[in-house]
């Protein structure tokens, strides 16, 4: 029996890590007898998800990965949720919590030689945070504003030489 509120499920697969984006044709299709618990299963914007088995990868989810909003996570994946009121910072803390990705410890398992990462391996993580969070997260703030910027010229600047590039090719074709 198909599950009637139509829930896809998160894989490992459907994740291009290096680009930050959910190829939604590669989600899995969910079927239960149960209702779904949507509060702990249901990914939302600003969840931060980490692969649990074999390399240890992140990404912060924004709304428009999650589509229609109706994907939940699989057992290959610790979802970190910000509490309510500091949504407005998840990049700064998610950006955190990567340059010390590849610290938190690894799990082996014993039948195969598969590194992976359990729910307690996170929680027992801590990040010492000795100096002003809030004067810190200014200054990200500021920083993560040029560099999105930057990045937003680049792209205008890429598709300008693009579009050179045609028309150059063009005139070669002409030429022949």
């Not at 894989?11 to 939604?24: A, E, H, L, Q, R």
């Not at 969840?47 to 240890?56: A, E, L, Q």
Request: charged share 35%.
């Amino acid at each position: 029996m198909k599950d009637a509120s139509n829930h896809r499920i998160l894989t490992v697969k459907s994740i291009d890590f290096n680009n930050g984006k959910i190829d939604p044709n590669l989600l899995a299709d969910y079927y239960s007898k149960s209702k779904v618990k949507k509060d702990k299963y249901l990914l939302r914007e600003n969840d931060y998800i980490i692969s649990s088995k074999g390399k240890r990868r992140g990404m912060l989810l924004k709304a428009s990965d999650l589509g229609d909003g109706q994907i939940l996570f699989s057992q290959h994946f610790i979802v970190l949720r910000l509490k309510p009121g500091l949504e407005d910072k998840a990049a700064f803390f998610y950006y955190l919590i990567d340059l010390f990705l590849e610290d938190i410890p690894y799990a082996a398992s014993k039948s195969q030689n598969i590194k992976y990462t359990r729910v307690k391996d996170v929680e027992d993580f801590c990040i010492n945070v000795e100096f002003d969070i809030e004067a810190e997260y200014k200054t990200f703030k500021k920083e993560w504003m040029a560099y999105k910027k930057a990045k937003k010229q680049f792209k205008i600047k890429e598709q300008a030489f693009n579009d050179y590039l045609a028309t150059l090719k063009n005139k070669l074709e002409l030429n022949d």
